[in-house]
């Protein structure tokens, strides 16, 4: 059985691409599956900015109130460990989701495609400026969640067929082992949901294959309810 045939799974062989370097400042998510630890009452060195950035009473004091809220963003957005301590990291991931407008995708590397877990949708955007979308996509189920982290796309085949599931994957866009964006027939809004892979509508596959190349970025956040 080819490596290709063996995608969207978690487990399995997972082809790594050689070179793939995480620029400095870029918060590399925990899987998905990573829920909030016990609450610090440490006041961290980011709190006004962190108190700011999500809406809170700014006062630049740790309050049980800012550590349920701080903790809860660290925790859908894959931020460990999710104590709510406003430290640099959790910064840095605010500041990348006001820059970009949508979400917490980055804005510093030029063509990035973007997957919102959360919210089941992704883009493409050009530093801070959307190119395609948002549309709407279908991510990995319960036990197959789609992985966080910030990705490469290393392998792209327009007519891939599955061996592991006797299924056709137009515009198969690798970036993750064996995960990748591609076409399905049916209805992305259907549950559960795919074995680890972002699933599209053919049109808007079509398009990401034409935007994309290897090599561009692919930054996947936050939690899809029940994964």
Same mark, same amino acid.
């Given at each position: 059985?080819?490596?290709?045939?063996? +995608?969207?799974?978690?487990?399995? =062989?997972?082809?790594?691409?050689?070179?793939? +370097?995480?620029?400095?400042?870029?918060?590399?998510?925990?899987?998905?599956?990573?829920?909030?630890?016990?609450? =610090?009452?440490?006041?961290?060195?980011?709190?006004?900015?962190?108190?700011?950035? @999500?809406?809170?009473?700014?006062?630049?004091?740790?309050?049980?109130?800012?550590?349920?809220?701080?903790? =809860?963003?660290?925790?859908?957005?894959?931020?460990?460990?999710? %104590?709510?301590? %406003?430290?640099?990291?959790?910064?840095? %991931? @605010?500041?990348?989701r006001a820059a970009?407008?949508?979400?917490?995708?980055?804005?510093?590397?030029?063509? !990035?495609?973007?997957?919102? $877990?959360?919210?089941? +949708?992704?883009?493409?955007?050009?530093? %801070?400026?959307?190119?395609?979308?948002?549309?709407?996509?279908?991510?990995?189920?319960?036990?197959?969640?789609?992985?966080?982290?910030?990705?490469? !796309?290393?392998?792209?085949?327009?007519?891939?067929?599955?061996? @592991?599931?006797?299924?056709a994957m137009p515009?198969?866009?690798?970036?993750?082992?064996?995960?990748?964006?591609?076409? !399905?027939?049916?209805? +992305?809004?259907?549950?559960?949901?795919?074995?680890?892979?972002?699933?599209?509508?053919?049109?808007?596959?079509?398009?990401?294959?034409? $935007? @994309?190349?290897?090599?561009?970025?692919?930054?996947?956040?936050?939690?899809?309810?029940? =994964?």
């Open positions: 059985m080819g490596v290709f045939g063996r +995608v969207c799974r978690r487990v399995g =062989t997972v082809v790594v691409a050689a070179g793939v +370097v995480v620029p400095l400042g870029v918060v590399v998510a925990a899987p998905a599956s990573a829920g909030p630890t016990a609450c =610090t009452s440490r006041t961290g060195p980011y709190q006004r900015q962190v108190e700011a950035a @999500l809406g809170l009473p700014v006062d630049g004091r740790e309050s049980a109130a800012d550590c349920r809220a701080i903790r =809860t963003y660290q925790a859908d957005n894959g931020i460990r460990p999710a %104590a709510g301590y %406003a430290g640099p990291v959790t910064y840095a %991931a @605010l500041k990348r970009g407008g949508e979400g917490g995708c980055p804005t510093d590397v030029g063509r !990035i495609a973007c997957v919102d $877990l959360g919210r089941q +949708v992704s883009w493409i955007q050009d530093g %801070a400026k959307r190119v395609y979308g948002p549309v709407q996509i279908r991510s990995g189920r319960a036990d197959f969640a789609t992985r966080t982290g910030l990705h490469k !796309i290393y392998y792209r085949v327009p007519n891939h067929w599955s061996t @592991l599931y006797d299924v515009y198969s866009q690798f970036f993750d082992g064996g995960i990748a964006f591609h076409a !399905i027939d049916g209805s +992305v809004t259907s549950p559960p949901g795919s074995h680890g892979c972002v699933n599209m509508r053919p049109a808007d596959a079509k398009a990401y294959w034409d $935007l @994309l190349h290897t090599g561009d970025e692919v930054y996947v956040y936050g939690r899809k309810s029940g =994964t």
